[in-house]
Each structure stands twice: as structure tokens, then as C-alpha cells.
């Protein structure tokens, strides 16, 4: 049976179940209670620089607080600077620390090019024999485009994973195919037949997406394979309406969700919710990335 969770597990008594048994452990957490909350979040971040801000306290206790995976999107000789802190502090709360990364970081053809290298060994490298789980954005476009004689992303991201599994052996791997699913789900499907799947814990769908459960059921029955995970980003798929653009009609989703079963799909946010797609849909005048205070408080509705 699954078990909703919000930052600590919840009781077994609440839900009818002989406390006496012992639960099964929750397959992304270990004996964690739950997910570390990023203090630099672009939430967290909004909030301290707009005290006096009317969203703030919406913004603070619907958002900021809730944890979210840490994006790791700097350069390989700034991502130990970047991750420690947020690391340190899962650490200390005894909590479960969740990074989000690209994985092709612009690698070029052939997939042999040493600039995911040295990426992935300096996220290795700072991750070190920590507890992390670590979902691996695959871009929709090939890097390097039309001068690939072949597609360079399953070697790439493969690779990538072997590097972080060898020198961080306590990482577990989810790829992120969201945007390759976007695209088509036979993308997706050709994208993982291609690749060694040896080594990853699963797979992450609607990672940045506002997709609510209904659109992406297909989805997820066609993406299952073996005893992988399916992962999906909740963050913005509470809504009922179609999926969009910083869509007017997406709002929060259940902040975790998971079960020991591994045909269940888990729920966690994985993105930040209030940061823009663009300048789209209900921000026409925003950038990708930014945090819109707006977009942030229209989601808890």
C-alpha cells in the first residue's frame, strides 16, 4: 500500500495497519524520514531578498519549505561549492538529498569527448561517499546536432552514470526522460533500448512539466522497464487541466508520495515551483529559470 508522505513518514495506525508489522522500507528514502529542504532554493532565495513582500509568507510556507531537489547547473569547477552546503545541511538533518543535473553538459560527437568527464567526476568528486540520489536530465536535442553521425546521448549518459556509480558508490541514478517525452514516448523508448540501463535506480518523468496523473499514465506504462522506479516530478501536476507553458491551470501537487512498491509511481518534487518556463503562458513577460513570485502564489489556489 502506499504511504503519503510530507518530510516524515506517515503512521501506520492511521491508515488501518497492525502497527506490529514492520513496514517496508520506502525504496528512495532507506531508514530516511524524508527529503532535505534546499535553503538556496530559487523559492528560499525570493523569500529572504522580499521580506516585506504580500506573497512572501505564501511563497515561505507553501514553497520554500517543502523539499525539492537541489539543481546543480554551474561549472564543473564550481560544483563543489555548490552542493556542499545543501549536501552538509540533508546530512545533518538526516534527511535525503536529491540533485538535479544535466547530463550531456554540451558533450559533443563523439559521445568519447571528455567534457562530461570531467563534469561527472567533479560531481563525484563533491558528492563523495554520501547518500544522494541524483536525477540526470537527457536534453531532447542531440548535442552537436546534424554533425553526429549517430546519437551521442545513450553512450554519453551511460557513461555518465558508470563515472558517478565507480566514484561515488552511494549514489543512486534516476535519468530524467522528460523532455525526450515530450517529444514522443518512441523517443524515449528507441533512447533507453540503446543504452546499458546496469546501474540506474530509475527513471523521472514531467520533471518540469504541469502535467496532472491522467496525462502521463500512458506514458508511464509505456516507459516501465525491469525493476526501475518510475519517478515523477510533482511539483506542478495538481491541476486537471492540459499541460502547458507555465500553464494558468496548474497548481501544487502532493508534495511526496511514495510506496516500498516499485510498480508505484513516486512522487517528490524535483523542480521548484514558481520558476518559469518562459515567457509563456501566465508570464508572458518572464525568462526561463526566473522566479516569478506570481506564477508561485496562483499555484497554491
Known amino acids: ?3 503519503l508522505l510530507a518530510g516524515a513518514l506517515c ?8 502497527p506490529a508489522v514492520p513496514a517496508r522500507p520506502m525504496q528512495l528514502l532507506g531508514s530516511k ?3 532535505a529542504v534546499d535553503p538556496s532554493s ?4 525570493w523569500v529572504r531578498n522580499n521580506p516585506g513582500s504580500p506573497a512572501t509568507a505564501t511563497v515561505e510556507q507553501r514553497i520554500a519549505r517543502v523539499p525539492a531537489a537541489h539543481r546543480v547547473a554551474v561549472v564543473e569547477k564550481e560544483v563543489a561549492d555548490d552542493i556542499r552546503p545543501y549536501l552538509d545541511a540533508a546530512a545533518g538533518s538526516r534527511a535525503q538529498a536529491l540533485l538535479f543535473a544535466d547530463a ?3 558533450a559533443g560527437c563523439p559521445a568519447s569527448s571528455g567534457s562530461y568527464r570531467s563534469w561527472s567526476s567533479a560531481l563525484a568528486a563533491a558528492v563523495g561517499e554520501q547518500d544522494v540520489i541524483i536525477v540526470l ?3 531532447a536535442s542531440e548535442p552537436g546536432g546534424r554533425e553526429c553521425s549517430t546519437d551521442p546521448r545513450p553512450q554519453v549518459t551511460e557513461n555518465v552514470v558508470a563515472s558517478l556509480r565507480a566514484s561515488a558508490r552511494n549514489a543512486r541514478v534516476i535519468l530524467d ?6 517529444q514522443s514516448v518512441p523517443a524515449v523508448q528507441q533512447f533507453l533500448d540503446r543504452m546499458a540501463l546496469t546501474g540506474l535506480t530509475g527513471i523521472a518523468v514531467n520533471v518540469g512539466g504541469t502535467a496532472p496523473d491522467a496525462h502521463i499514465a500512458d506514458t508511464v506504462s509505456k516507459l516501465r522497464r525491469g525493476n526501475l522506479l518510475v519517478v515523477q516530478d510533482s511539483s506542478r501536476s495538481g491541476g486537471d487541466g492540459p499541460p502547458g507553458c507555465n500553464s494558468p491551470q496548474a497548481r501544487l501537487g502532493p508534495q511526496l508520495s511514495l510506496s516500498p512498491d516499485a510498480g508505484w509511481v513516486q512522487k517528490v518534487w524535483i523542480t521548484t515551483p514558481g520558476v518559469s518556463d518562459g515567457p509563456c503562458g501566465a508570464a508572458p513577460g518572464s525568462k526561463a529559470g526566473e522566479f ?5 502564489v496562483a499555484l497554491t489556489r
Do not use: H, K, T, Y
Open 1 to 3: 500500500m502506499a504511504c
Open 11 to 18: 503512521g501506520c495506525e492511521a491508515r488501518g495497519i497492525d
Open 33 to 35: 524520514a524524508g527529503f
Open 42 to 45: 530559487p523559492a528560499a532565495a
Open 104 to 106: 550531456d553538459r554540451g
Open 137 to 139: 536530465r537527457v536534453a
Open 177 to 182: 526522460v522528460s523532455d525526450l517525452a515530450a
Open 292 to 296: 516569478v513570485p506570481e506564477l508561485a
